[in-house]
């Protein structure tokens, strides 16, 4: 097979901003050729199968000349191999793409480019201000504020001065006070708006909003630093009326999430749309219980059962797993009653196409067990985890309802003791830590060892049974409304 090497744009760092077709090309790599600006959460899309190539560069000092990087990816291309060569922004603005096209198309390798978001535009709309604005701008200029290694950018300043469109620098901060003495030299009014976006689209984002003499000045008080970009005209009088990224509840927020790693997205989804800086560290996983002849016997024998509850969404898909291990479907069900502790179990069960016939108020064992010693007249079946909460056993024993109780899979710690949890613990770098079950908590602690100082962050806990796992090592908590991840999502709205 022909190797092909394709451009894609990663955007400016928000992950939600990579296009679509370049997440598609991403998933198919064979070698990946990454920049030091594309973020984690990108990086996270890379096939465990593929093979990674950093090249990272930083200001004044370049991890891999472009020279080399240009003979790696005709390497690699060379090879017969699929390589995506993934670069901050858009390839094409300031990211020397048409250079490595260059290379690649005189040693005869295919290529494609899919463009990406670029930091001029996205930074600035997240810093609240639009590029153009028929009161203030109708034409939009992009200039780099770096040259060649050893020269000065060669700026045309009075150009810019006439144009009267808004000016945006990247790689601008080393390069701005001769940036606003060029501007200012060529007849530029000193106090046009101007402002620089740090870390533009990710959560620590910051704004610094000057006129233009004083940008240099204001920007080196505030520590701003690369990767910022610098933006001057009328329109950034708008920054502090339009900024709206800067208000979301969770910027500037850290949180963990501890859900296992099948289960983090939709939490670490809605949690960045609040505008936390989200961590993903998983620390509990499930294994299914294999084989499991406790279980195919009881399916086997389903209609002896009056109700079959579930307490999570693992235990639906292992128990569907195994009913179509042996060859049987929903129709072997028959008459027996459906119960879900939740709505996301709930939902787990109509992803097979069955319908819970119970669920509690409440989302927990204990509220479950209840329900189900009401209603039940015959035998029920649990299909859980290994280890199980005793309240929903307890509330049918105390009603003197018989049933079968088969652990159907086993919850582990997924992650070992990490001194990077542990330091940022104690230097204060978290400020929330999601739990969605007691043994998450258990993981967490598990990982950061229990001697931790925990009184610097939150836990918030999706119930009450969480809740008192996590009050046993001394981190405070709070609780959601009801056991959902929208409630927990909510409540780290609120906090």
Request: proline residues 5%; hydrophobic residues 40%.
């Amino acid at each position: 097979m022909a190797g092909k090497v394709t451009l894609v744009g990663a955007g400016p760092g928000d992950p939600g901003l990579l296009t679509v077709k370049g997440r598609r090309a991403l998933e198919n790599a064979e070698v990946v050729v990454f920049d030091r600006l594309v973020g984690p959460q990108i990086l996270a899309l890379i096939p465990e199968t593929a093979r990674t190539i950093d090249v990272g560069k930083e200001a004044s000092r370049h991890l891999i000349p472009q020279e080399q990087i240009n003979e790696i990816l005709l390497r690699e291309g060379q090879a017969g191999h699929q390589v995506v060569r993934l670069k901050g922004g858009d390839p094409f603005v300031f990211g020397r793409g048409g250079e490595e096209l260059e290379v690649l198309s005189q040693g005869g390798v295919d290529f494609e480019v899919i463009p990406g978001v670029t930091s001029a535009i996205a930074a600035a709309a997240y810093g609240g201000i639009p590029v153009t604005h028929r009161n203030f701008s109708s034409s939009l200029h992009i200039i780099t504020g770096r040259a060649k290694r050893g020269q000065d950018p060669v700026i045309d300043y009075e150009a810019l001065v006439r144009s009267g469109g808004t000016l945006v620098f990247l790689m601008s901060v080393s390069a701005a006070p001769k940036i606003v003495q060029g501007l200012l030299a060529a007849g530029m009014d000193p106090d046009t708006p101007a402002a620089m976006v740090e870390n533009g689209t990710l959560p620590n984002q910051r704004r610094c909003d000057a006129v233009l003499r004083t940008l240099p000045q204001r920007a080196a008080e505030m520590g701003i630093h690369s990767p910022a970009l610098m933006i001057v005209g009328g329109v950034c009088s708008l920054g502090p009326e339009l900024c709206w990224y800067e208000r979301l509840p969770l910027h500037g927020r850290r949180a963990l999430v501890s859900r296992p790693k099948n289960r983090a997205g939709t939490l670490a989804d809605r949690l960045r749309e609040l505008g936390a800086d989200v961590w993903e560290y998983p620390c509990i996983a499930t294994e299914p219980v294999t084989p499991c002849p406790e279980m195919e016997e009881a399916l086997r024998q389903i209609q002896e059962y009056q109700w079959l509850a579930f307490t999570s969404s693992t235990g639906v898909e292992v128990f569907w797993t195994c009913l179509r291990g042996l060859g049987l479907d929903a129709r072997a069900l028959g008459g027996v009653k459906l119960a879900a502790i939740g709505s996301a179990t709930a939902g787990a069960l109509e992803a097979c196409g069955l319908s819970a016939d119970l669920v509690p108020a409440v989302y927990d064992a204990a509220h479950l067990g209840a329900a189900l010693a009401e209603r039940a007249s015959g035998r029920v079946l649990l299909l859980r985890a290994e280890e199980g909460s005793p309240a929903l056993t307890e509330q049918l024993e105390k009603r003197g309802r018989p049933y079968r109780d088969i652990a159907i899979y086993r919850t582990q710690y997924s992650n070992p003791r990490s001194e990077q949890l542990r330091q940022a613990l104690e230097a204060g770098e978290l400020d929330y830590v999601t739990f969605t079950s007691a043994s998450t908590v258990k993981g967490f602690v598990s990982a950061t060892g229990a001697d931790v100082d925990y009184s610097g962050i939150v836990g918030l806990c999706i119930g009450e049974q969480t809740a008192a796992e996590a009050r046993k090592y001394g981190i405070p908590v709070k609780i959601a409304a009801e056991a959902t991840i929208d409630a927990l999502a909510s409540l780290a709205a609120q906090s």
